[in-house]
């Protein structure tokens, strides 16, 4: 199987990097997985032209940019694990504008013709945040909860690490979130 992971943190090996790398240790041996650091991609915000609906085989997106470039990865994966810490109870705004650019990737939206060139991948949720779950993490999974559907994708879980410091301070519920993700993604 192969995954593409996504960290939506401006840190590498911040609380979110590190929970994403327990992930990626358990599904390595097994698994071929891609790490795309957003911070290291250039993505624009959408232009909100539409061209790209005029195009159905391909990301038909105006900017020719490194959005392409991950869409590429992800259409060539199995599976996708979208991985950001908590921002103002969203994504990180290096994460948005790919998020929106998956507009791109999907066509027929609201027709019975409705489809996407990551349609039938199977993603995951992971979020670590310095509150709590309840009253907190409501946008972000609501955000992706639509994604999924927009992209016809199969959503396996939303994996939320609540009341993060730092990341050499946290406990077992890290190694234990990053294994039930391994689970619901491989499993
Ligand atoms: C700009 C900013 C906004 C944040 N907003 C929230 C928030 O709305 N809710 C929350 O619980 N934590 C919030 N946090 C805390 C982070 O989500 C938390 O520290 C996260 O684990 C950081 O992950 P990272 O080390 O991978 O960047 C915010 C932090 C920053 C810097």
Not at 19 to 42: A, G, M, P, W
Not at 160 to 168: D, H, Q, S, V
Request: hydrophobic share 35%.
């Amino acid at each position: 199987m192969k995954i593409v992971s996504i960290l939506g943190s401006p840190k590498k090996k911040g609380n979110t990097g590190t929970v994403l790398s327990l992930f990626e240790d358990k599904v390595k041996k097994k698994h071929e997985v891609e790490r795309i650091h957003i911070t290291q991609y250039k993505v624009g915000g959408c232009l909100g032209c539409y061209k790209c609906g005029e195009k159905k085989d391909e990301p038909g997106c105006v900017q020719k940019d490194d959005a392409l470039t991950i869409f590429e990865k992800m259409m060539q994966a199995d599976a996708i694990v979208y991985a950001s810490p908590l921002y103002c109870w969203s994504f990180t705004a290096q994460m948005k504008p790919l998020i929106d650019r998956h507009v791109c990737l999907v066509s027929g939206y609201g027709t019975p013709d409705h489809d996407s060139l990551i349609s039938g991948k199977l993603t995951a949720l992971l979020v670590t945040c310095a509150g709590p779950i309840e009253e907190n993490c409501d946008a972000i999974q609501s955000i992706y909860t639509g994604l999924s559907a927009y992209t016809k994708t199969v959503p396996k879980g939303n994996f939320i690490l609540p009341f993060c410091t730092a990341p050499e301070d946290m406990g077992d519920e890290a190694g234990a979130l990053a294994a039930n993700l391994a689970g619901a993604i491989t499993g």
